[in-house]
Each structure stands twice: as structure tokens, then as C-alpha cells.
């Protein structure tokens, strides 16, 4: 049978199961002779009378009866796994691509996701830690995290956190062997942890600043990492001074285990910011993600 005949079948369904052209036609939406008609040409192509009617009834013949038995349960079936296709379209579902760097994969993206996965099992999340500025178009990605003074004018931003504050940090042990570093040119002489960058290959600038005054300070020392929590062990442990952001460090400050030097120097920063290419084809899951990590300066308060 041709495929767009499938109307013709589901109309003789409802006529033998309602036993009555008058009720299947005000079932299915069309007039009574539409509906005659449609019979007459489906048993036309069969070449075998499927309904005997009379001036009082309707009812199937014994290959009306089989055909209805056979055929209704699979368009029924048909017709529920159409309902679950269009429902799994209105599921966000499929997978977001997002680059952070560490720092803001553990204090932002990882404890608001967490909180909103469960609900979402048709949702894939990948997160990649680079510290190399990807051009996420490029590489793929649907989200890139970065501060906000970091995004291209070009791209869709929102923000996930406040601004940014960084500091300076080492430990007591560590600065009393040394003179403590008044400004920035003072920090030659300190063993300082360096955080290496993919992109040029080199280590980043510490971005100072004081009033007017702006350093992009190159320091040097033993160790060199690629990620922020690396260097902040690596302080903590005592092997020099770490550049890193201010509410890492506060509660190993406030603890004593930690001493923040330069306090004036160091500079506060737009804060993380997800942005994205275009919203053409934003998915739903690109929604749920999104509003899942979006800034909510209110729940910062509670």
C-alpha cells in the first residue's frame, strides 16, 4: 500500500471499531460522504470488501476484522512513538562543549551544574581546562569562560561571577627569610610561581596596578605550572610567592597560613564570563546550561 494512504486505513479503523460512519466521521473531523468514499476506494485497491453495511449497522467482514486486529495495534504503536520523538524535542538535550580554565571549572561551572544535571540526563557537558585564550568557533567549543575584559566585542557574554580580585600570597616561613616586596620591581628577588601559557609559549605577565600605575610585571623562579590551584600548593608548601585570585587565598590568610604582600598593587578584574558565538540554533540545552551558571548576584547574598 502506498504510504499516503495510511489516512485511508486509520479512517476504516475508526469506522469498524465506532460500527457507525456517522460517529467515526465526527471522529476523525470529515463529513460522512468523505468518509464513504474513502472506504470504498480502499476496498477498491484491496480488491476484497472490508465493512458490510446495512441501512442499521456496520461491521467488519472477517477480512475487515483481521485487518482491524492486525493494523490498529501497530499504528498505535506508530502513533506513540511519533508522541515520544516530539516529546524528547522539547527535552533539552545533546551536548555543550565549554572551555575554562580550572579556576572557574571548580569555583563556578562544576558546583552550579552539579545542582541542575540530575534533571537533565539527555544532557552532555564537556568541559575543557585551557588557559590559551581558544578561539571557540574554531575549536568547537559552544561555550568559552573568561574574564570579561578577555571577550571578543563579537561574541554573546553573560555573566557568571563578580569581579575578580588577585593577590599576592606566600607564606610566613617563606618571607621571613626575605625583605618583603614594597613595590614590583622588588619581586627580582623573590622565588616567584610561574603559570606557563599554551599560546605564546611563555609565562604570564603578573598585571599590576596602582592608581594610575599599571605593571605587567615578568617574574622568575623555580617552579612553573599550567594551572592556578598547582601554584597555590605549591605557595602554601612554601616555595615562594603565588599570583592568584583573592577568594582562594582568604581563608588561608584569615588562618594564618598565608600572607598577602602588595595588597596595594594588586588589581580587581571583570569578573567570568560565558559567552558564545550567536544565538542561531541556541539549543535548549544551551538554555539550561547558560541559566544554570549565569551570575545571580541575590544568591551571593543568602
Known sequence: MPRENYNDLIAFIAVARERSFTRAAAQLGVSQSALSHTIRALETRLGLRLLTRTT?????????ERLLQTAAPRLEEIEAELAAV??????????????????????????RLSKVLRKYPEINVEIITDYGLSDIVADRYDIGV????????????VRIAPDMRMAIVGTPAYLEKREWPKKPQDLTTHNCINLRLPTLGGFYPWELKKGNREVQARVEGQLAFNGTYQMLEAALSGYGLAYVPADLVQTHIAAGRL???????????????????????????????????RYRPEERKR
Open 56 to 64: 442499521r449497522s456496520v461491521s467488519p467482514t472477517e477480512a475487515g
Open 86 to 111: 516530539a516529546e524528547f524535542r522539547d527535552k533539552p538535550a545533546g551536548t555543550i562543549r565549554i572551555t575554562a580554565t580550572d579556576y572557574a571549572t571548580k569555583t563556578v561551572l562544576w558546583p
Open 146 to 157: 573568561r574574564n570579561g575584559d578577555q571577550v571578543a566585542k563579537d561574541m554573546i557574554a
Open 259 to 293: 600572607v598577602w604582600v602588595l595588597e596595594d598593587w594588586c588589581p580587581t578584574f571583570p569578573g567570568l564570563h560565558a559567552y558564545y558565538a550567536s544565538r542561531r540554533e541556541f539549543s535548549r540545552a544551551m538554555t539550561v546550561v547558560i541559566d544554570a551558571i
